[in-house]
């Protein structure tokens, strides 16, 4: 599976958007981006994913440059209960090891 | 609500024990997965299962096991505990075991071996 960097903390202001960072540079053809966030202690929650082109949904956007080396999370107006453990996975679209492999993820915390 | 249920939330038992832990998917969704979390690991990925079968297979430690039921349920059973086993323990589900389908997770059980 292709590995993930992200930045270990940020701080966004309440209201702002946030704008989470992953590269994923030796990422392959087959492989989905996904994200995941976790707010303290409870069972991870699901964002978005995408494979090539930008996605959208009620929770986020997610921008994928067009090489697919990076990508960028947007959360379009943060509030305080978007404070949370950011995971970028990226995950094979075949094979048996299609199960999300979770690194360290960003913490992110929204300031009033 | 993810749609997913695992019970008990939470368990505090003895070193060398052995304990169940259950997990309902979502309704209409074949897989499901088991994570630990303890404080200095991170979420790992213990085991899954697809409709039944075993589909991957992660760090999971030869005391504990697992199983998936017709009724698409699952347990995870850890044997001869011992106080590193505490942790949070996560059952995720999705639609199938492919990549393209986004799973979800249950609130998870609080372990606590003592």
């Known amino acids: 599976d292709a590995k993930t960097t992200q930045p270990t903390s940020m701080d966004c202001a309440e209201g702002r958007a946030a704008n989470l960072p992953c590269n994923h540079s030796t990422i392959s053809g087959n492989e989905y981006v996904y994200w995941y966030r976790q707010i303290h202690s409870q069972g991870p929650q699901y964002i978005i994913h995408g494979l090539k082109n930008n996605e959208t949904n009620e929770m986020a956007s997610l921008i994928i440059t067009e090489d697919r080396k990076s990508s960028t999370l947007i959360l379009p107006h943060a509030t305080l209960r978007d404070t949370a453990v950011y995971y970028c996975?990226?995950?094979?679209?075949?094979?048996?090891?299609?199960?999300?492999?979770f690194g360290s993820g960003t913490q992110l915390t929204v300031l009033p | 609500d993810s749609g997913v249920t695992q019970t008990p939330k939470h368990l505090i038992t003895a070193t060398g024990q052995r304990v169940t832990l259950r997990c309902s998917p979502r309704?209409?969704?074949?897989?499901v997965y088991w994570y630990q979390q303890s404080l200095d690991q991170g979420l790992q990925f213990l085991i899954q299962y697809y409709n039944g079968e075993e589909r991957a297979k992660g760090n999971i430690l030869e005391r504990f096991s697992a199983q998936q039921f017709p009724d698409l349920h699952s347990e995870l059973n850890l044997s001869s505990l011992e106080l590193g086993d505490s942790a949070l323990y996560f059952c995720a589900s999705s639609r199938s075991g492919g990549a393209g389908t986004e799973a979800f997770f249950g609130q998870g059980t609080r372990l606590t071996v003592v």
């Open positions: 309704s209409g969704d074949l897989s």
């Open positions: 996975i990226v995950r094979p679209i075949r094979g048996s090891a299609r199960q999300l492999t």
